[in-house]
Structures are given as structure tokens and as C-alpha cells.
């Protein structure tokens, strides 16, 4: 593997493993998805031209490559919960609990709403959004607000269970 390639993936691998967790519970199909993300961006490596930032274009790829494999696994329903793989950051109990009640509820979102959602808590621009989602600006800021939305419904939900 080239070394700049490597250098690349070991600036952005935590960028591949949110988009990856935010479409995947963490185990075989996270792995799969992760492997997935590194193939497409090593295929696509030599043609990225800086007219972006990095991350930029990590997540667009990335989100391309788990829409996809939604997609082609649709049939397929995650009922097991495996151990959060390396790749993955270690948090305290509290914390990852919390994040993990999130993370549910992000998941009960539309697929295209998770990637709004995902950058957003991601701490990026309306116009970084806009570029890796092929939006507009304007079109990102109605979106996610909708979906803050719906994600308080989801959640405010979950706790008057």
C-alpha cells in the first residue's frame, strides 16, 4: 500500500468509522462496510484533486459506498449487537450510552437523514454539507432542521417508554 495512501487513511480512519457506525451496529456488517470504504478510496485515491477539503471527500465517498450497500443487503435485518471493533472510539459507560441511545435513534431515521445528521453532529459547515451531499446550501439548512426534528420525536419517544 502507498505510504501516502496509509498516512491519508490513518488522518480520516475516524471519519470512515462514524459513517460506517451511523449504517451499520458495530460487528461483521460495520467490518464489511469499512473494508468497503477503504477499497473505494484507494480505487479513487490517485483521481482526488484537492478541489475540496480531505474529509470532505472521504465522507462523500464513504456515504456512497454504505448507501450502496444498503442497497444490495436491504433483505438484510441487524438483530445482534458484537463488540465495537478497534476502529471504533473507547468511551466512558456513561458517555457511550448515550451515544449509543443516539446513535439508535439516528438509525431510526431515513438513510438519507442519517448522513444530514452524521455531519451535522459532525461539526460541519451548511456548505461543507452541501458539497459532499450534492445539495444546496439553503436545501441543507431546511433539511436539518427537519430532521433535528424528527430526531427529537424519536428520542423524546424512546424516554417515555
Known amino acids: ?10 488522518d480520516n480512519h475516524r471519519v470512515i468509522a462514524k459513517v460506517c457506525r451511523i449504517y451499520t ?15 473505494q478510496l484507494w480505487r479513487s485515491y490517485k483521481g482526488f484533486r484537492g478541489e475540496s477539503k480531505a474529509s470532505t471527500w472521504v465522507y462523500r465517498v464513504c ?8 442497497r444490495i443487503r436491504k433483505r438484510t435485518v441487524l438483530t445482534t449487537r458484537d463488540e465495537i471493533p478497534d476502529v471504533c472510539e473507547d468511551f466512558d459507560s456513561e458517555r457511550e450510552e448515550r451515544l449509543e441511545m443516539l446513535y439508535q435513534a439516528i438509525k431510526k431515521l431515513k438513510e438519507a437523514d442519517r448522513a444530514i445528521m452524521l455531519l451535522y453532529l459532525d461539526e460541519k459547515s451548511y456548505k461543507e454539507m452541501a458539497e459532499i ?8 439548512g431546511a433539511k436539518v432542521n427537519r430532521v433535528k426534528n424528527q430526531l ?5 419517544g424512546r424516554s417515555g417508554d
Do not use: R
Open 152 to 156: 427529537k420525536k424519536i428520542i423524546n
Open 25 to 39: 451496529d458495530c460487528g461483521d456488517d460495520f467490518n464489511d462496510y469499512y473494508q468497503e470504504c477503504i477499497v
Open 63 to 70: 456515504l456512497n459506498v454504505c448507501l450502496s450497500q444498503l
Open 1 to 10: 500500500m502507498d505510504s501516502n495512501f496509509q498516512t491519508f487513511l490513518d
Open 133 to 140: 451531499l450534492g445539495l444546496t446550501v439553503t436545501n441543507v
